[in-house]
């Protein structure tokens, strides 16, 4: 079984500061996707950023990029440039093969950016 | 197609009650999932069907609650004689076996039990 664990359960940052959210997840499996979802108060969780763990290049999204480390099972976030529509709950999730099967979630990282 | 859509999106009742809930996946996903997330946690994994088959059923999953596909379109989560502790937000997510793509989640139906 896969484990994800988030060691922040709350993060802060100035408007325009950059920001780095831990994930780290424990899985015995060689290929996986590994993805950051956002879930805005009230609102439904959205695709933040996702890697393919056989991709060695990390994925970026605009302001939002990943550092993998495999072998250390970490995947950490960066927000560049944060602005006050970051302020969410971040979620760090596992899925296996494709990905689009069943997700296994983190316990979330409330961050809040600072005007 | 304007995503997944989930009703009711808030539900109150009485212990002891039956509630059911409804997920409507985008057209084209044949895969539809079902998660709980209580307070402060992440989404937990309940279940998940592709088309009308229900493919695999977490521990989770009491005798209490049932999910239904039929026609592998909308679906139905049915939580039987509720308990305070079935108090969660139920999230259903669809999305398209075998690609790469990602699951796209509806807001959810807040479930509180008094």
């Known amino acids: 079984a896969q484990t994800v664990t988030q060691s922040q359960p709350e993060m802060s940052v100035q408007e325009a500061e950059t920001v780095t959210l831990s994930c780290t997840y424990d899985?015995?499996?060689?290929?996986?996707?590994l993805f950051w979802y956002k879930q805005p108060p009230s609102r439904q969780m959205i695709l933040v950023i996702r890697?393919?763990?056989?991709?060695?290049q990390n994925a970026t999204e605009n302001r939002f990029s990943v550092n993998f480390q495999k072998a250390a099972k970490s995947f950490s976030l960066k927000i560049s440039d944060s602005q006050l529509g970051d302020t969410a709950m971040y979620f760090c999730?596992?899925?296996?093969?494709?990905?689009?099967?069943?997700?296994?979630f983190g316990t979330g990282t409330r961050l809040t950016i600072i005007p | 197609d304007t995503g997944v859509s989930q009703n009711p999106r808030h539900k109150i009742t009485k212990r002891g009650q039956n509630v059911t809930f409804r997920c409507d996946p985008i057209?084209?996903?044949?895969?539809l999932y079902w998660y709980r997330q209580t307070l402060g946690q992440g989404p937990e994994f309940l279940t998940y069907?592709?088309?009308?088959?229900?493919?695999?059923k977490s521990r989770l999953l009491s005798d209490r609650f049932s999910a239904e596909r039929p026609k592998g379109s909308f679906s139905t989560l049915e939580i039987q004689r509720t308990e305070q502790g079935d108090s969660a937000m139920y999230l259903c997510?669809?999305?398209?076996?075998?690609?790469?793509?990602?699951?796209?989640f509806g807001q959810g139906t807040r479930l509180t039990v008094v």
């Open positions: 997510a669809s999305s398209l076996q075998g690609t790469d793509t990602e699951a796209f």
């Open positions: 899985t015995s499996e060689n290929n996986y996707y």
């Open positions: 890697q393919e763990a056989y991709k060695q």
């Open positions: 999730a596992f899925g296996p093969n494709f990905g689009n099967e069943k997700l296994t």
């Open positions: 057209s084209e996903h044949n895969r």
């Open positions: 069907f592709q088309n009308e088959a229900q493919l695999e």
